[in-house]
């Protein structure tokens, strides 16, 4: 697959980029340049391999399911600026 001057122009106005025409060709050879190696990457055989997270086999540290301290509230609030009920105040910023 292959983008062409037209398509990357395009994308690039849907995503609100003010491309130049220089900057959309440097962006369309950089596109198809990706493009390519996840076609690559595609082409790869899989089959029977397990996904993984990290290089190196971990296990995750289970804890037990407990309720701990809790309704603490007050103590949470005291170093808030402004709070009322028991809810951080904060500046509104939308009008």
Known sequence: ???DLATV???????RLALSEDEAEKMCGELNGI???IEQLLEVDVEGIPP????VPTTMKMRRD????GNLAEEILANAPLSERNF????KIFE
């Open 1 to 3: 697959m292959s983008l």
């Open 9 to 15: 122009i395009r994308v690039g106005r849907l995503a």
């Open 35 to 37: 493009l390519t190696f």
């Open 52 to 55: 993984m997270t990290s290089v």
């Open 66 to 69: 407990v309720v701990t301290e």
């Open 88 to 91: 951080f105040l904060v500046p």
